[in-house]
């Protein structure tokens, strides 16, 4: 890699030039729609060169894709080895992860005390995943594979933390500033049956990984259980996210999977329509969910500049 590339850094607000070239770049011919993100596989396992490039090309782009494998049987060692062929491997261990560290999310009965909603046919809120895990172990891929949809709803909403990213940025980057203090946003801890599961988490809500120079995010739209840091840039940046999230913003996708579908993506910001099952006709919604600590691979900014460079002539 020349160090051309490696010095490219859009995402440090002092680097001004960087950010100008990314952003026409990033700007020009987004896929901001599910059909111009959607992937269609013949083997999930052991993909054509141009199937992996097409979905490389999305992510580096959006920093999604949605893959159709049709009617290919899918089982979680698939998904396995599906993530493998982009660079995620490392899974992040959850408290309801099954014992391999793939969760399947599907509705268990509330007698099971189990009151995480994931688990519920309730909606879930803007949020990127993990945001409540220690800075080592970070959430930076994930694979969400749909084996059954529901009865009806359960749509999902994306939205790539890159773009958000940007509309702060150019809305104010004190915005930017404000989310990237390292105590910005605070989990308070995780306390069931009165013990402590998790300490509290403090942590930025924008990073600039070290290596590579990819942004990343955490983040949750919740508004109990989170204190954000009370001064004004964050307060202002936290509001102007809220309502970005709130709107009918062209930069969202939304999109219900069907089965056979997924979406493998560097944690991008999403939020879940409410649903229902049928279990007379078999339309009990599962999904598959495995979370890395690995970003999809050929998506840091070193890796397309190129790119951008012919882009910004
Ligand atoms: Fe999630």
């Known amino acids: 890699m020349n160090p051309s590339t490696t010095d490219f850094q859009p995402f440090e607000l002092r680097n001004a030039r960087d950010y100008a070239r ?83 999310l599907r509705v268990v009965p509330e007698s099971t005390g189990t009151h995480y909603i994931p688990y519920t046919s309730r909606s879930l809120n803007w949020h990127t995943d993990g945001y409540y895990n220690s800075p080592d172990e970070q959430v930076r891929g994930i694979v969400m594979h749909c084996v059954q949809d529901a009865a009806s709803g359960g749509e999902n909403r994306l939205l790539d933390p890159e773009i958000a990213y940007l509309l702060l940025r150019d809305a ?27 300490e509290a988490r403090s942590g930025p809500v ?58 493998i993506c560097n944690n991008v910001l999403h939020s879940r329509a409410a ?6 006709s078999g339309r009990v919604r599962l999904l598959y969910r495995a979370r890395y600590h690995d970003r999809i691979r050929g998506t840091a900014p070193g890796n397309y500049f190129e790119e951008v460079l012919a882009c910004s002539g």
């Open 275 to 280: 649903f229902s099952d049928d279990a007379a």
């Open 206 to 263: 924008f990073t600039v990984e070290k290596h590579g120079g990819s942004l990343h995010m955490r983040y949750t739209a919740r508004t109990r259980s989170i204190i954000w840091k009370d001064d004004r840039d964050t307060r202002m940046a936290v509001g102007f996210l809220a309502d970005l999230l709130a709107s009918d913003s062209p930069w969202t996708v939304s999109y219900r999977l069907h089965a056979g579908q997924g979406i």
């Open 22 to 104: 990314w952003r026409e770049w990033k700007l020009a011919d987004y896929p901001a729609s599910a059909p111009e993100l959607t992937v269609p596989l013949s083997d999930p396992g052991a993909l054509t060169a141009t199937e992996s490039a097409a979905i490389l090309a999305c992510c580096r782009k959006a920093n999604m894709a949605i893959y159709d494998s049709g009617e290919h049987p899918f089982g979680k060692p698939l998904l396995r080895r599906f993530g493998r062929q982009f660079g995620l491997e490392r899974l992040d261990m959850n408290l309801r992860a099954d014992e391999d560290s793939i969760t399947s």
């Open 172 to 198: 104010n980057p004190g915005y930017i500033r404000a989310l990237m203090q390292p105590d910005a946003m605070t989990i308070p801890p995780n306390i069931e049956a009165g013990s402590q599961i998790r």
